[in-house]
Structures are given as C-alpha cells and as structure tokens.
C-alpha cells in the first residue's frame, strides 16, 4: 500500500496563476483532510470530506475549492494565486471519526 | 469554536534531559490524539488517548489525559536526537469530524 500520495512535491506558482493539488489514498478510508502548515502556526484546516459526496470548510477556506473526485481521491485547488498561500499543503485521511489520520509526504508551494 | 493551546512553542535540551509538552482545551474532548513530525516531514501518529486519566507509554514517551479531558501531557525521559521534531496535539469533540491541533513544540536536543 502506498498510503497517501500527493502531487506535485514542489511547485512555484506566479501570483495569479492557478493550479490544482492532489491527493490520493489507497487505505479506503472515508474521510480525507486538507492541511496548510506555516511557521509557527501548526496545521490549519482548509477542507475536509467526511465521507464520499460531502466537503465541507475549515478554518481557512479562503482562496481554495476542494473536489471529492471518489472515495479515494481529494483534490485542492487555487484560483488565482496569492504570495499568502506560499506554505506546505498536506492531504491526510482517516476511516472515520475519531481515528487516526495518515497524513501525505506534503507539497511545497511557493506563489512569487 | 474550539481551541487547543500548546505549550511551549519551543524547547532545547541538552540529550539526556527530560522533555515535556503540554495541551490545553478550551473544552471537553472525546479523545486526543498525538503526533510528531521530524524536520521536513510529515506528521506521524504517536498514540491516542480516550478515558480520563487515561495514562499510556511507548518506551521513554509517557501521554496523559486529564480527568476532566480538557488536556494532555507528553512526556519524553532522557531525551536522545533522534526524538527530534515537533510534536502536535489534536483534540477532537464528540460528533465532531475536525480535530483541531495545537500550534506543536518544536524538540532541538543538543548532543
């Protein structure tokens, strides 16, 4: 099992230009996660999927759209990017609530 | 809505020494769950903690969870520079499907 994948790894972006991040995970699990990580400010949730067919906001959904593709794939994308969304991304799932989550390797954008 | 304030944000060590971290809810948690994250990587699941008092322990890691469930401990006993990294607390309320992490204490040990 490769667990939960992300592409791209890395990725610099222009300020306006868009671009969408996936997310994919192999475990079944029903609900998937989107994380932005800045210094000192820990894991902040952009979107999540509690099962199949639903997403919902996070704490900072601003700037951001999310798509439930299937049970296994959640994507994320940018409009039209800002230098504020310069930060790590990490998708991670769980199969339900109250479990663990699994979080992916991270993808490092950098928007000039 | 729901906080969990981390406590501190950083903390050097010298090897050896003991390490704590500490998380505090502004309300009542179904469970809390820890995880530690090494420098340019992900966060890893460590443990998770559901009854009050509950007190668990993976080698020289000890996790606590107060009797009211508002917060938790981690504990790390003669630290060692693999336990480098930060470590995040994330507590989640019943019914809910968002766990709301702690901002992380960053773990420097100096060999």
């Known amino acids: 099992n490769a667990g939960v994948t992300q592409t791209p790894k890395f990725q610099v972006l222009k300020t306006g230009q868009s671009m969408t991040l996936q997310c994919a995970q192999d475990?079944?699990?029903?609900?998937m996660y989107w994380y932005r990580q800045d210094p000192g400010m820990g894991l902040r949730l952009i979107y999540y999927?509690?099962?199949?067919?639903?997403?919902d906001k996070g704490e900072v959904p601003n700037g951001y759209n999310v798509s439930r593709l299937n049970k296994r794939e959640f994507s994320l994308r940018l409009e039209s990017a800002a230098p504020s969304q310069t930060s790590v991304y990490f998708c991670?799932?769980?199969?339900?609530?109250?479990?663990?989550?699994?979080f992916g390797p991270g993808t490092r954008l950098t928007v000039t | 809505g729901q906080q969990v304030m981390q406590i501190p944000q950083y903390q050097h060590v010298q090897e050896g020494e003991d390490f704590t971290t500490y998380c505090n809810s502004s309300?009542?948690?179904?469970?809390i769950q820890w995880y530690k994250q090494r420098p340019g990587g992900h966060p890893v699941f460590l443990i998770q903690?559901?009854?009050?008092?509950e007190v668990k322990k993976q080698k020289r890691l000890t996790f606590q969870f107060g009797e009211a469930k508002k917060n938790s401990s981690l504990h790390i006993t003669a630290t060692q520079t693999t336990d480098v990294g930060t470590y995040f607390c994330?507590?989640?309320?019943?019914?809910?499907?968002?766990?709301?992490f702690g901002r992380g204490t960053s773990l420097i040990v100096h060999p």
């Open positions: 309300t009542t948690l179904s469970n």
């Open positions: 999927s509690a099962s199949e067919g639903t997403t």
């Open positions: 991670a799932s769980r199969p339900g609530q109250g479990d663990e989550q699994y």
């Open positions: 903690l559901v009854k009050s008092g």
């Open positions: 475990m079944n699990h029903n609900s």
């Open positions: 994330a507590g989640e309320t019943g019914g809910s499907y968002i766990p709301t």
